[in-house]
């Protein structure tokens, strides 16, 4: 009975109880701070104009959220992306993550977008209770590979994190590539 739909602003209460306990106990996330309720329906607001904003849902309970930014602001990116995704901690291992995923990939694909990147916190040792490589390994499932690690560049919880950055090319690079469709003007997206 899960469903993947499109986030709107009127989510943001929900999504932002999702994330806030991976900011506040976690090193997944490097924002130190819980972020208002009004900045984060700024955040959905500003991604939807250019990319999809998707969550899980099921009897009307949101588990999970899923969205991409910007790899970088220069035009010439426009067919990377950054990828984000977030599940209630208490509802993991269900699948949600992979559903999500693979809704995001197929929007972006109908979008024309070619790379998606993912720039994941990896912890320095195996004993880390606020970071595992989890996210490293669920991209690793879902045909990312590992294309660089930064050392010690991260600082949370007064320790040093190293970040990974991983890449899946979902479409064909041509010479004359044809710019990526904002999501804000797909039409009848269907999950």
Known sequence: SMK??????????????????????????????????????????????????????????????????????RPAYDWAVETSIYVDQSKRYRGIGGKLHEALEQVLKT????????????????????????????????????????QKCGYKFHRWYNMVWMEKLIGEHTDRQPPPIPFSQLKDIHF
């Open 111 to 150: 979008q024309g977008i070619l790379n998606m990147n993912a720039c994941i916190a990896y912890p320095n040792s195996e004993e880390d209770a606020t970071l595992t490589k989890n996210s490293a390994e669920f991209h690793a499932h879902f045909g990312y590979r590992m294309v660089g690690e930064f």
């Open 4 to 73: 993947i739909r499109i986030v709107t602003e009127n989510d943001a209460e929900a999504l932002l109880a999702i994330y806030a306990p991976y900011v506040e106990h976690t090193a997944i996330t490097f924002e130190y701070e819980v972020p208002t309720v009004e900045e984060f329906r700024s955040r959905i607001r500003h991604t939807l104009e250019k990319y999809p904003y998707l969550a899980a849902e099921e009897n009307g309970e949101l588990l999970g959220y899923a969205y991409v930014g910007s790899f970088h602001d």
